[in-house]
């Protein structure tokens, strides 16, 4: 029975739900489950951003504060239901709530920040160069945790620079910096072949056992590096991406070139980024300026 089937059972046996409430929450969760798939995030594994994201998703599809509010509860009873079933440990949902979605902009890292932050790994070591080409192409391209993982060696075109990233049935091309192809070249070249654990594995990137490089796998790998960077900062995989997106924008890329490269169907969601450089701009004054 999967996850959704025992859901509903427990709405209808346990809570001795209405028909209608079961349908409207049966409903939700099927929905934010079909999303989850698109983005290639399995259900238990869901953060509180992964959620984060998918209320943002459906504002800016047009869903009422209304709609996406009670999406939102019934998120977090799903949730609260898999933490008493064993299936989670913590649930993503709880202690959000629609004002803090609406209002709170994507945090970036400086362009310090990330240089800082790039700096961390020593390519002098398989487990550093492999780290390294993955947090290069990150911030290269601005792609998906999810895209990243599933990279297979034939998305790559190094000798071109670029990076070709297919999602939802859909195939963009994404230019590479020159570092972010010698740091790949040298991960390819040197340590990939070392440590993958089948010759015919396809995974461009793998873990220290030989196997693709797993979700919770590169959270850590990300953690790591912001610790030994010191930045105050909440680093995750979308920092890289958000900044990426805030960075283009900041030094003069178009709104529609930045949604073609981070593989957003609605301008309205890259429009945020919009957004967080007006926010620093008026910081920026506000610090600056002798009369305020």
Sequence with gaps: MDQLTSYQTFLIEKKQ?????????????????????????????????DVD????H????????????RSLASLKSFYTFLQVEGVVETNPAKGLSLEKVERKLPQILTSKEVELFLEQPDSRDAK????????????????????????N????????????????????????????????SDYIEHVRPQIIEQPEERALFVNMNGSRMSRQGFWKIIKHYQDMAGIQKDITPHTLRHSFAAHLLENGADLHSIQ????????????????????????????AHPRT
């Design 17 to 49: 739900a209405s028909e209608n409430t079961v349908s409207s929450y049966v409903r939700d969760i099927s929905q934010y489950l079909q999303w989850l798939a698109s983005e290639q995030i399995v259900s238990e594994e869901a953060t509180q951003e």
């Design 260 to 287: 073609e490269m981070l593989g957003h169907a609605d301008i309205s969601s890259t429009q945020v980024y919009t957004q967080v450089i007006n926010q620093k701009l008026k910081d920026v004054y506000n610090k």
């Design 58 to 69: 459906l504002l800016s599809l047009g869903k009422t504060v209304s709609t996406v509010t």
């Design 153 to 184: 060696l034939e998305h790559l075109n190094l000798s071109a620079g670029f990076l070709r990233c297919e999602a939802r049935k859909k195939e963009r091309i994404i230019p590479l910096y020159p570092t972010a192809v010698k740091a790949l």
């Design 128 to 151: 550093g160069c492999r780290d390294k080409a993955m947090l290069e192409l990150l911030y290269a391209t601005g792609i998906r945790v999810s895209e990243l993982i599933g990279l």
């Design 53 to 56: 994201h998918y209320t943002k």
